[in-house]
């Protein structure tokens, strides 16, 4: 009977690499190792994330905020709100007046927030000299009134329109505006504005802490199913190597096979049935996502391809092994992972 009796495994992290090379027949015990190797590989990670950050900044892309400015009796009220979106969509609403300010105040959105669907609305109420001076156009009145009469004429009748009628149809009177410096009005709302986002920051980073808290919860869980996976990897690398023996017998009887023939059977089986790098994998995403949370950067697209890439490697697992016990804690995993999912899309 042929020796080949060699598995392999290469993991890689932070750009390292890592070669075990072991007896088949050491597999079980093997797999355990190469795990404990590596997680040694995922702690220094963990602890360098830990030494690098400074401190928890992730936020929610909801949040809103509210801020008023006074402009020469004219007072000013910003209000910024934020929705989940995946990319900056900031939409501004300025009086007609003042529509030149408008990159002003996106630019400042944009100092801040870097993820969501913001809406910024400028209000101003007119009080005392900001009310502005009121003006009569006698000219559109009077032919307002000459219209009236001679639809009145084509109808056949005598009807005449009323003061109040005429008082309110548009152009008769006008308010008059006091003109503002520009450069003023700019300062004075890019100051509302930013007192109103500093509010709106601080409501996403409330709602953010609420997040990543119920995320860590759900890490904790998704690494208690996939220890249990650990568990039963050795019985179920065991069954692979008995299995993998007795083809092994089967093909040596077989005198018209070549070694390289058999080198090719066994690492074909070997790769069909060896979930170890899949759950390296998950242990590093796992570790990745904490310090994704723990980032001062805006991680919410991250954490969503990490995401998807870790549900990748749940159904591979699934597949490979073939195992009641297995497919049920990636049932789990699964489900745990697809609650992750909805609470990343509110991750800026």
Known sequence: ?????????IYFFDSRCLLIVFPLAAAARCVTASLF??????????????????GFV????????????????????????SVNHRY??????????????????????KSKVSRGKVTVSIRRKRSGAGVGRLVFDAEVA???????????????GNEEISIDTLAGLDGVFTVEESEHDMDLVSKTLTSAVGDALEQLCEMREREGQALVSDMNERVSVLR??????????????????????????????????????????????AEKRDVTEEVVRLKAHMEHMLELLESDEPVGRQLDFLIQEMLRETNTLGVKTRDLEVCREVLGLKGELEKVREQVQNIE
């Open 1 to 9: 009977m042929y020796n080949i009796r060699v598995a392999w495994a």
């Open 88 to 109: 900056l969509d900031c939409s501004v609403r300025v009086p007609g007046a003042w529509m030149s300010v408008e990159h002003a105040v996106k630019s400042k959105v």
């Open 58 to 81: 992730a936020r929610s892309m909801t949040g809103f905020g509210k801020s008023v400015a006074e402009l020469d009796g004219v007072e000013i009220s910003a209000e910024i709100s």
């Open 224 to 269: 208690e199913f996939l220890g249990r996976i650990e568990q039963r990897l050795p019985s179920l690398n065991e069954g692979y190597e008995k299995r993998l023996r007795e083809r092994l017998a089967s093909l040596a009887a077989d005198t018209s096979l070549t070694e390289e023939r058999l080198a090719i059977e066994v690492a074909v089986i």
């Open 142 to 156: 009077r032919q307002y009134l000459e219209s009236a009469k001679q639809l009145s004429d084509l109808h056949g």
């Open 37 to 54: 190797v590596v997680e040694g590989f995922l702690f220094c990670g963990r602890f360098a994330a830990l030494m690098n950050y400074g």
